[in-house]
C-alpha cells in the first residue's frame, strides 16, 4: 500500500484482499467462507437478477491517531440490513453473524485502512441477494450475504465544499407506499437517469420531492437533507426517505450543540427560509450546498455566500468526524474498537 496517495483517493471500487460470505440455505445460515476472488458464481434464474431482491449496506471503519481502529454504529447498519430484507422478503442476516463477518473482513484487510489525516477511510459494502433460483415472482428459498471492503476518500469530488443540487419534479426515486425505505439497488436504479442528467447539467446530486404530491423534500439521491434554520436542525419526515445513520448521528450531535431539532415534512417553500442546508450520509458524511436549482421553474436557492460551509454545518462536520476518527469523547458509545 505503499504508493497510495490517500488524500486523492476517490469514492470507488478498491481491489482489496478478501472478502467474506455466508449462504443460506434450507432455512439456516452457514459457514463464514473467505474468499480472495472477485467474482460469485451465480444462478441463471437467481432471484437477484429477476426480480430485484438486492439489499445492501455502506459503513466506514477508521483508523485513529491513536492508532485503533474504529467501527462507527455497525449495529444500527446491521438493524436496517435486516429490515432491507424483511421488506423485499428475503432472509435476515441475524446481527451476531454480521457482527463476526464485520470483524474478519476487517481484520483480514487491515492493511487497507487508510492512515489517519487523509480523509479517508475503509468503506464496507455489506449485501445480501437472492441467489436461489425462480422463473415465476417468488421470494428465492436460498439467499447469500457477504461483505466487500475497500479504501476510499470523498464522495463528491469537492470534499467538504459546497456543492450545487438540482432539485426535480419529473422523476421519482420510489413510489408513496414503495421501497423508499429499504436500502435496496431498486431505488438506485430508478434514480440513475435524473442523477447522470444532473451531472451532465452541471450538478453534484439531485434533490428529489416527495412522488406523492410533489410538495414536499424527500432526500437527495444517496443522501439525507437538512436544513439550519436559526438554532433548529431541521430534516424531513417520510416513509420514503431512507433512514440515514448520519442524520441520526447529526440529530444527536445539534441536540448535544443545544440546538432544537424537528423532523417533520418539510415543504420546498421552506428552502428559502435556511441559513444553512446540506446532504448527509456515510460517504458523502456532510455535503454543504450553496446553490438549488429548482429544475422546472428556474428558482434559484443561494446558501454560503461566502463561499465557505456555514458554521454550524462545519462544526456538525467536525464533530462527526472527530468522533469516529478518535479525536472527540465518543459520549454515546457509537464506535466499536477492533483489538
Ligand atoms: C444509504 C443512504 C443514505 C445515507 O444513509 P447513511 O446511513 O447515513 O449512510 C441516504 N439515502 C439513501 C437513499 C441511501 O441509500
Redesign the pocket.
Known amino acids: 500500500m505503499e504508493n497510495i496517495d490517500w488524500g486523492t483517493l476517490p469514492f470507488g471500487y478498491f481491489k482489496t484482499d478478501y472478502n467474506v460470505r455466508c449462504y443460506y440455505r434450507n432455512g439456516k445460515w452457514g459457514d463464514i467462507e473467505i474468499s480472495q476472488s472477485e467474482y460469485i458464481n451465480i444462478h441463471i434464474a437467481a432471484t437477484a437478477l429477476h426480480y430485484g431482491q438486492e439489499a445492501f449496506e455502506?459503513?466506514k471503519v477508521f483508523r485513529g491517531k491513536d492508532g485503533k481502529i474504529r467501527v462507527f454504529r455497525w449495529e444500527?447498519?446491521a438493524k436496517?440490513m435486516q429490515k432491507s430484507c424483511r421488506g423485499i422478503m428475503m432472509a435476515e442476516p441475524p446481527l451476531e453473524l454480521f457482527k463476526e463477518m464485520m470483524i474478519k473482513v476487517i481484520k483480514l484487510n487491515e492493511k487497507h485502512i487508510p492512515p489517519p489525516g487523509h480523509g479517508a477511510a475503509l468503506y464496507l459494502r455489506p449485501l445480501t441477494i437472492g441467489s436461489g433460483p425462480q422463473v415465476g415472482v417468488k421470494p428465492a428459498n436460498e439467499y447469500l450475504f457477504m461483505i466487500f471492503v475497500g479504501p476510499v476518500g470523498p464522495y463528491f469530488k469537492e470534499g467538504f465544499n459546497p456543492v450545487d443540487v438540482q432539485l426535480i419534479h419529473d422523476f421519482d426515486?420510489t413510489a408513496p407506499n414503495g421501497t423508499g425505505q429499504y436500502?435496496v439497488g431498486g431505488?438506485?436504479a430508478a434514480s440513475l437517469q435524473p442523477a447522470e442528467r444532473a451531472k451532465k447539467e452541471g450538478f453534484a446530486t439531485v434533490l428529489f420531492l416527495d412522488s406523492k404530491e410533489n410538495k414536499y423534500i424527500d432526500?437527495a439521491?444517496?443522501?439525507?437533507f437538512f436544513g439550519i434554520k436559526g438554532n433548529t436542525y431541521i430534516t424531513p419526515d417520510s416513509k420514503t426517505?431512507?433512514?440515514?445513520?448520519?442524520?441520526k448521528s447529526l440529530r444527536q450531535i445539534a441536540k448535544d450543540m443545544g440546538m432544537k431539532v424537528e423532523l417533520r415534512p418539510v415543504l420546498k417553500e421552506e428552502l428559502k427560509e435556511f441559513d444553512e442546508v446540506g446532504a448527509?450520509?456515510?460517504?458523502a458524511v456532510i455535503s454543504p450546498i450553496k446553490r438549488i436549482v429548482d429544475r422546472d421553474t428556474g428558482q434559484e436557492y443561494k446558501y454560503c455566500t461566502d463561499g465557505k460551509p456555514g458554521p454550524i454545518s462545519t462544526k456538525m462536520y467536525q464533530t462527526l468526524k472527530g468522533i469516529q476518527e478518535g479525536e472527540i469523547e465518543d459520549k454515546h458509545g457509537w464506535n466499536l474498537i477492533i483489538e
Open positions: 455502506g459503513m444500527e447498519n436496517r426515486r436500502k431505488n438506485y432526500e439521491g444517496p443522501a439525507n426517505i431512507l433512514r440515514s445513520i448520519t442524520n448527509c450520509g456515510t460517504a
